[in-house]
């Protein structure tokens, strides 16, 4: 099958050529784009390090050879132990290919993810666990942290470690793999407990870090081909770092962006129309969120500065919140994402009368390309400013493509900012405190 480019649609409204070459230019993102590109060469020693993890083979090896050796369990459900970077990207990826509703399609492993501390969420997955237990059959913890001290997770992981150790008093050790920082607190412990190990590389940031052994292992043993993930994310990358800026769509969405925010756009909703890709959208809120909401800019001033992320879908939230996108204040630009060929299609009878005729004969990506059309030709009649983005078809290469892009344009959009796309400071405050509060 020839591989198209996802970005070949890539089309933005209200906003000139050559505004965009100035943009750029006055913020010498070339040199940023530059500096990038040559960073990926030092491997996992630069703050770009995640842009390697797609050129990792050793990476791919070990990810395939404990995923062998645990698949020798047999077992049915995976669940994974995580939050934030932890777990968006690697749910984002799942719920794209193989589908929201997969869980309920029977697959051979399937995966739950033990996020925060909601005793109703985490009881349902104990009660997974038992019924399978029941059933003679063998469950899996993917424990994913890179600090190894988040509270829901080591709560989560405790609760869910216990159930194990009463199941395989002596086995319980096979049935954990533990994904953190080497030399975390959380790695100790997995050596004296002879869990299974994979690291996090120091510096790839959690919401970066969805091509590391962080997602790929999760996703492999629920049967995403991970080589296809890591394609797709090189092919983002040999587009995205493109000098052309006119031809690059991560540097061309940042400056979309960019542009607007001066111009007190300060929201920016991603507009999915694929149910599918709601965890996309989710994990794109941590990304653009804990990337780009900063105190301190980079020279050290304080700015508390940031564009808010949203999450649409279509066309569910076109009969919510459309109004508002269209009639209410100018301060939001949209990133329309859609998909060319759907997993499936359903077409409307012909032969019978109907309410709308119209319908008639017509598919649900007929009907629903239809709605995508409608809504540009509205929010371009309110003025309202958007950039479009177009999915060839779920699957692994093109789902890492528009993630790896995402990661880039939130790297680009950091410089263009003058603010850290990498670090939390707010965030870590927020778990100094809660650690001080449990510790009372
Ligand atoms: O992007 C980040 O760094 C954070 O959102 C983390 O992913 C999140 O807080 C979870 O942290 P950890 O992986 O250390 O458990």
Known sequence: MKQQLLFNHLTISQISERKIKKHASDHSLSDTIKIIESSIKNQYESPYASLYCSFDKNLIKTVKNLVEIKKKLQPTVLIVVGIGGSSLGTKAIQEAVLGRYYNASNPPIKIYFAQTVDADKTATIIHVMRSEFIKHNAVLIAVVTKSGTTTETIANFQVLLHLLKTEYPETYHEHVVVITDEGSVLWKLSEQEKFSLLKIPKLVGGRYSVFSAVGLFPLAMIG?????????????????????????????????????????????????????????????????????????????????????????????????????????????????????????????????????????????????????????????????????????????????????????????????????????????????????????
Request: aromatic share 8%; hydrophobic share 40%; net charge neutral.
């Open 224 to 440: 995403i081909n991970i080589e296809k993930l890591h394609e797709g994310a090189q092919k983002a990358l040999s587009t995205c770092l493109q000098k052309n800026i006119l031809k690059n769509p991560a540097a061309l969405s940042a400056l979309f962006q960019h542009i607007h925010y001066k111009n007190n756009y300060t929201i920016s909703d991603l507009f999915l129309f694929s149910l599918d890709l709601e965890g996309v959208g989710q994990w794109y809120r941590q990304l653009m969120g804990e990337s780009i909401g900063k105190e301190i800019d980079v020279h050290g001033k304080r700015i508390m500065a940031g564009i808010t992320p949203t999450v649409s879908l279509g066309s569910i939230d076109l009969h919510s919140v459309a109004q508002l996108y269209l009639g209410g204040p100018h301060d939001k630009i949209t990133t329309f994402v859609t998909v060319h060929k759907t997993k499936t299609d359903i077409i409307l009878p012909d032969n019978e009368p109907s309410l709308l005729p119209y319908l008639s004969g017509k598919s649900f990506s007929t009907i629903m390309n239809a709605i995508v059309d409608g809504t540009k030709a509205a929010y371009l009649k309110h003025n309202r400013p958007f950039c479009s983005l177009e999915l060839p078809e779920k699957n692994e290469y093109y789902v890492a493509q528009l993630m790896q892009m995402k990661m880039l344009e939130m790297m680009y959009l950091g410089h263009l900012m003058e603010v850290n796309p990498f670090d939390q400071p707010n965030v870590e405050l927020y778990k100094t405190e809660t650690h001080r509060i449990l510790s009372k």
